[in-house]
């Protein structure tokens, strides 16, 4: 059973036809194999940009997205979307984007939780994604630079990238993208050589940190 069947019909917000089509065809795509290699693998590094809503949650705003194939940044392999007054197309587009490919992402409890959350609202339900976060990787892979979890802007000085825009969603997640090709850098030769090897990694570091 593929996420897509958790997308019930008459069970979310009232997608039209045309929307629930293209999430179809979204939720079609094969699985990638998680134990092949970085340089064999689609990556997609996502960010989001929020503004204040009720309470204290923040609304979705927009959403940027970057692949990395084969080992690289591709710029014409990018997605970026305002949700406006149509965020359920907004968040298909991204759904299809990832192809549910392993999806990158720096602090996972708030991007992550961001995007579910926005989900759950404008299509019904969660996918089931694969999430890898670099503010919990990186500490493993460079102690020598920054000795535990520390801020994004403290990780891009560490390695001298540049932030050209913190509220653009896009240019965010192409930061990120460069964080994450130097973390699969230095992932290689402490032999995780796939996927799966830094989502092993990542349960460990969690499981360890007691969260």
């Known amino acids: 059973m593929n996420w897509l069947s958790?997308?019930?019909?008459?069970s979310g917000p009232g997608l039209t036809p045309e929307q629930q089509a293209s999430?179809?065809?979204?939720g079609k795509l094969p699985a990638p194999d998680l134990a092949r290699s970085h340089y064999e693998t689609r990556y997609v590094v996502v960010n989001t940009e929020t503004g204040p809503a009720d309470g204290a949650s923040q609304r979705l705003l927009a959403v940027g997205a970057v692949a990395i194939n084969r080992?690289?940044?591709?710029?014409?392999?990018?997605?970026q979307a305002r949700l406006g007054d149509s965020p359920a197309d907004a968040l298909i587009g991204l759904l299809?984007?990832?192809?549910?490919a392993p999806v990158v992402v720096f602090n996972a409890p708030f991007n992550r939780g961001t995007l579910?959350?926005?989900f759950e609202q404008h299509l019904g339900n969660q996918p089931t994604l694969e999430w890898l976060d670099l503010m919990v990787l990186l500490p493993s892979l460079y102690p020598e630079r920054i000795g535990g979890q520390a801020r994004m802007d403290a990780w891009l000085g560490a390695f001298?990238?540049?932030?050209?825009?913190p509220r653009d969603a896009l240019l965010e997640a192409y930061a990120v993208a460069q964080l994450h090709l130097v973390a699969l850098a230095r992932a290689r030769h402490q032999g995780l050589a796939s996927p799966r090897d830094l989502l092993d990694t990542q349960s460990s570091r969690k499981w360890l940190r007691g969260g």
């Open 6 to 10: 958790r997308f019930l019909p008459g």
């Open 23 to 26: 999430l179809d065809l979204a």
């Open 71 to 79: 080992g690289l940044i591709h710029p014409d392999d990018a997605f």
């Open 96 to 100: 299809r984007f990832i192809a549910l």
């Open 116 to 118: 579910e959350r926005a």
């Open 160 to 165: 001298d990238i540049d932030r050209l825009a």
